[in-house]
């Protein structure tokens, strides 16, 4: 699959059609998807009607959007009209959504072709895509080894080369890790730079929607689609959005790059760390000035966030009791609390429980202020930090992951262990900064690099260009 941007080329000048491009990647599908596991459902007809409609108004020279014929998928996240979003969870198998989230409708009134929805972690609670409830996915560039998560479906579908745009959600990590991980590009935009509107809550404080793609020209492309105001997102803000592709290939000049010390210390694979200091070098050599930078507090990112997360976790997935919509265990049926607690127990799998716990025992009398009040004070030391940082630098640069892919087994039964992963990420979305990850190279074993780069708020620009100038 070529990029968007290749492709909307090719679109207007005629050399090939829409319904073509999007019957091409719906038989890939169907020929490869059945070993890698990325799409949940492929939304075959409605993708082809919409590749006809979009060819035939471009033949009779009528206005058509900006991402017009353009194949994409979307996490199963995104509530879509009439179709199933099931946050990858045995809880919401079954569920229709009623309306289209906000980005969904940008995204159909740019004309892009809504493809399918693709697999994650439950809830968007997971590193690996393991978490899912209806099935794993593999990563596209090593079966062995996950794809990362939680928007593992999104990442890999592009890796595949399925579709050139994808859908993810990013509340630690989620967009940049499994973007590393699978050797793509994924941004997390500044919080409330894009609406939350229709998209399943997991941590209503953290959670960003964001675009994976296989260059950052494409994600910017996608970006300047979503994003943007909406009333129906009280988070959502009031400011407004850059042509990011007018000036995603121009380079910046006089960049000053940071690097983060505590980046740099134990913990962090001996390729990962040489890959990512090669992307220093070459923004040197290409006339950028390089500092060191600290973020004294990024040490404390992991049990603040996962602390944060769970809370908001805990409260946000009250509403899956059984009554309303989704799953329900009726093997009770005269007993209320009987029935809450048996559609918990066997509605939510075993990583999504544990964050639920962890969440509800943070916030339970005696605990909020050790726990969940701590944290949120520690949460704004951790933006303190990079906005000292940001006063020397314009943007930082640093690895995305502390590891590379591993592979499918290895981390599910040790939750720490997988944790750590967000090691590099989580702290971007307590600051509720942008950052993107870009390939950067490949392990001795052949498996992706990813280089991370962090931008002021409202910087995402900036980000894009920086990214450009090293692609």
């Known amino acids: 699959m070529q990029t968007a941007m290749n492709l909307l080329s090719r679109f207007e000048s005629g050399e090939v059609t829409s319904e073509a491009v999007t019957a091409e990647a719906i038989a890939e599908i169907e020929s490869r998807d059945g070993t890698i596991g990325v799409f949940l459902e492929v939304f075959r007809e409605r993708a082809l009607t919409q590749a006809r409609s979009v060819d035939a108004r471009r033949k009779k020279g009528e206005r058509v959007g900006k991402l017009a014929g353009v194949p ?54 997971g590193g690996s895509t393991e978490n899912s409830a209806l099935g794993k996915t593999l990563n596209p560039r090593n079966h062995e080894c996950v794809p990362g998560g939680s928007s593992g479906g999104s990442a890999a579908a592009v890796a595949a080369e399925f579709v050139p745009l994808a859908l993810g959600t990013d509340t630690g990590g989620s967009i940049r890790q499994p973007a590393a991980f699978c050797g793509v590009v994924g941004l997390k935009p500044t919080y409330g730079r894009v609406s939350r509107y229709g998209v399943v809550a997991f941590a209503s404080s953290l959670d960003q929607v964001g675009p994976i793609a296989q260059t950052a020209e494409d994600a910017a492309l996608l970006l300047e689609v979503i994003a943007g105001h909406d009333p129906k997102d009280s988070t959502s803000l009031h400011r407004d959005v850059p042509q990011y592709i007018a000036t995603v290939n121009t380079p910046i000049e006089n960049l000053r790059i940071g690097y983060v010390r505590e980046h740099f210390a134990e913990g962090l694979d001996a390729e990962i760390k040489a890959s990512v200091k090669n992307v220093i070098e070459k923004y040197r050599s290409l006339g950028a000035s390089v500092k060191e930078v600290s973020l004294p507090h990024s040490k404390y990112s992991i049990p603040t966030y996962y602390i944060i997360s769970s809370c908001e976790a805990s409260s946000n997935l009250a509403r899956y009791d059984g009554m309303h919509y989704g799953f329900r265990d009726n093997s009770a049926p005269d007993d209320l609390i009987e029935t809450f607690c048996r559609t918990r127990s066997a509605g939510f799998g075993a990583e999504v429980k544990r964050r639920i716990l962890l969440g509800t025992y943070a916030l339970s009398s005696g605990y909020y202020d050790a726990y969940y009040l701590k944290a949120l004070k520690v949460r704004r030391l951790i933006r303190d930090d990079f906005d000292r940082a940001f006063q020397e630098v314009d943007v930082i640069v640093g690895p995305t992951t502390p590891v590379p892919p591993f592979k499918i087994g290895d981390k599910i039964g040790d939750p720490l262990s997988l944790y750590l992963c967000d090691l590099y990420t989580c702290s971007v979305n307590l600051a509720g900064i942008p950052a993107i990850s870009v390939p950067c190279g490949q392990t001795s074993d052949g498996l992706p690099i990813g280089v991370q780069l962090h931008a002021p708020p409202l910087q995402e620009e900036r980000l894009f260009r920086a990214a450009r100038m090293i692609e």
């Open 72 to 125: 994409i998928a979307t996490k199963d996240i995104f509530s879509i009209d009439g179709e199933i979003v099931a946050c990858a969870s045995k809880m919401l198998r079954n569920y229709r959504a009623p309306y289209n989230a906000t980005v969904i409708e940008k995204l159909l009134a740019e004309d892009a072709v809504l493809i399918g929805r693709v697999n994650m972690d439950e809830f968007a609670m």
